[in-house]
């Protein structure tokens, strides 16, 4: 009996150990099945894209006059400083810098940076380049325009000296860097090597031919915090814009970017994902603050309130641009989302000159001042070259009229309008630029500026701002001089153009363009 109980007991034991070996088995066996199926899944994100440019004309990057390649080449080369999607500068191949004089710059550059041909990357190289774009008929002329040398400390250490203070100098930094080494002895400008240049970035260019181009990853770049998934990049080369847009329309491109206000027109509107964002064409209106009737803030203000910007982006813009009220709401970390503008109110316009002794008589705001009756009429200035402006400039006139502002539009030749501008001979000027990434503010609020403003508080946030990277005083000092320039209207924001960017709704990941980079959080994209 005794020993039938043992006999039981280790069959009992012989079973459980038997159930448990099947139990692992198969649970090993499903790991393995969904490592494979992760793997899998990892292969199929493992994918190509396509890219496009039209009328290609250098791979150059210093040179090239053309948006695409100048979009794709953040891909290829890198910058000293680069920029977030909100317009921060954050180091790239400068791992720090330091102002040490007004005039001055010491830069700390990376150590463990490689060209896409296995060669080191140096302070020769960063010298180079700035030596060409001072050289070159180049985009990037402006951002070396007050350097006046450069001082090799070693091989990982530069000073850049500057022939006055440029605040937020470092915004100046974002231009791409070229090897040295691989342009020794070439004529720059016209070499065969400018039909693919060695980089520094995450991808390099492995094939370049008369109708594509193709980038492979850059298994040497110096960023291992980002493994990429996408392999492979064919650029597709176009002998014209219609042709690039066509191709995008029939799902040859993956994605394409443009500040063209029409590019719907070309691609429809269904079919893709898109992103619409702020583009870097501003538009707004200089009051001459020191002219007789805009020296008063409620002629101003009132000037403001009377203003409606979305009549002017629906009815003479076809909905093509954004409303702005700041230079630096297009999506700058230092507007901070907050109203500059003062709105469309046509109520509280009437109100500000009534409770400042403004009378509505015979279609005019008038006020008697000395024995004389003053009526408010503005000369404004705009282009005539400029059709799309000029129409901006009469549909303010009107609006204001309608209000009993009186304006007299002068539409200038380009001479005439550059020298009114400098000799500050008008009231109202309506103007545009192109807005640099940098959140220095000197140009609207600066010696010289267009509104004939100054402003001690301002001055004082000037001076205080352009010596600090302490990211709180520059929030707080930013969001006061958005708060004066709301109260006291030097200027009147109207709109910023549009940037455009499509890609194909098959592509996955995250996308966070500006006009900047369109290909942020491009180490998540796959399809």
């Known amino acids: ?72 080449s953040k891909l290829i080369f890198e910058p000293l400083v680069t920029l977030t999607s909100d317009y921060k500068a954050e180091p790239c191949l400068a791992k720090e810098w330091a102002k040490q004089s007004d005039n001055s710059y010491l830069i700390k550059l990376r150590e463990n940076v490689k060209w896409s041909d296995g060669q080191r990357f140096t302070a020769d190289d960063v010298k180079f380049t700035i030596d060409r774009l001072k050289d070159s008929a180049t985009i990037y002329a402006y951002n070396v325009s007050d350097v006046v040398g450069i001082d090799i400390i070693d091989d990982y250490t530069i000073k850049i000296n500057l022939d006055k203070e440029i605040p937020f ?25 400018n039909k693919s240049p060695v ?31 996408i392999e492979k990049i064919i650029i597709n080369l176009y002998s014209s814009v219609g042709e690039l847009y066509n191709s995008f329309k029939i799902g040859n491109l993956d994605l394409i970017a443009t500040n063209n206000e029409n590019v719907q027109e070309y691609i429809g509107t269904i079919g893709y994902s898109s992103k619409e964002l702020k583009g870097r064409e501003y538009t707004f209106l200089a009051l001459n603050t020191q002219s007789f009737f805009l020296s008063r803030q409620e002629v101003r203000k009132a000037i403001a309130y009377s203003i409606d910007k979305e009549n002017i982006v629906s009815n003479i813009l076809n909905n093509k641009c954004y409303t702005n009220g700041f230079p630096l709401d297009y999506g700058n970390w230092l507007s901070q989302g907050q109203e500059a503008s003062a709105g469309y109110n046509l109520d509280q316009a009437k109100q500000l ?23 408010i009429v503005l000369n ?48 109202i000027a309506l103007c545009s630029m192109t807005l640099a990434p940098t959140p220095n503010l000197n140009t609207f609020f600066g010696e010289g500026n267009l509104a004939n403003y100054s402003n001690d508080e301002i001055t004082d946030i000037l001076n205080e701002t352009k010596n600090t990277s302490d990211e709180n005083i ?14 006291e209207i030097p200027y009147i924001g109207l709109y910023n153009s549009k940037y455009f960017v499509a890609y194909n709704s098959e592509l996955v990941g995250e996308f966070s363009p500006n006009w900047f980079n369109i290909f942020y959080g491009i180490e998540t994209w796959y399809k």
């Not at 090897?179 to 065969?192: E, L, M, P, R, V």
């Open 169 to 193: 100098f470092e915004y100046n930094l974002t231009f791409p860097i070229l090897s040295k080494d691989y342009y020794d002895a070439q004529n720059f400008s016209n070499t065969y090597k």
């Open 353 to 375: 000159l009534v409770d400042n002794g403004w009378s509505y008589k015979y279609h005019y705001w008038q006020k008697v001042e000395n024995y004389r009756t003053q009526k």
């Open 474 to 487: 520059l929030k707080e000092k930013y969001k006061r001089l958005a708060e004066i320039y709301k109260a």
């Open 380 to 427: 404004a200035i705009v282009k005539a070259s400029d059709s799309t402006k000029v129409a901006v400039a009469e549909n303010i006139k009107a609006q204001l009229e309608n209000q009993g502002i009186r304006i007299n539009l002068l539409q200038l030749s380009d001479e005439q309008y550059n020298q009114s501008l400098q000799s500050k001979n008008y009231d």
């Open 199 to 229: 980089g520094t970035g995450m991808y390099k260019i492995s094939e370049a031919e008369s109708s594509y181009i193709i980038l492979s990853k850059n298994t040497g770049w110096w960023n291992k915090n980002k493994e990429l998934t």
């Open 1 to 72: 009996m005794k020993s039938n109980w043992f006999k039981y007991v280790f069959i009992f034991f012989i079973v459980i150990i038997l159930i448990f070996a099947i139990l692992i088995m198969k649970d090993e066996e499903s790991t393995k099945e969904e490592l494979q199926q992760n793997a899998s899944v990892q292969s199929d994100k493992v994918r190509e894209i396509k890219l496009g440019i039209a009328k290609l004309d250098t791979m150059n990057p210093i040179l090239s006059n053309n948006k695409n390649v100048q979009d794709i």
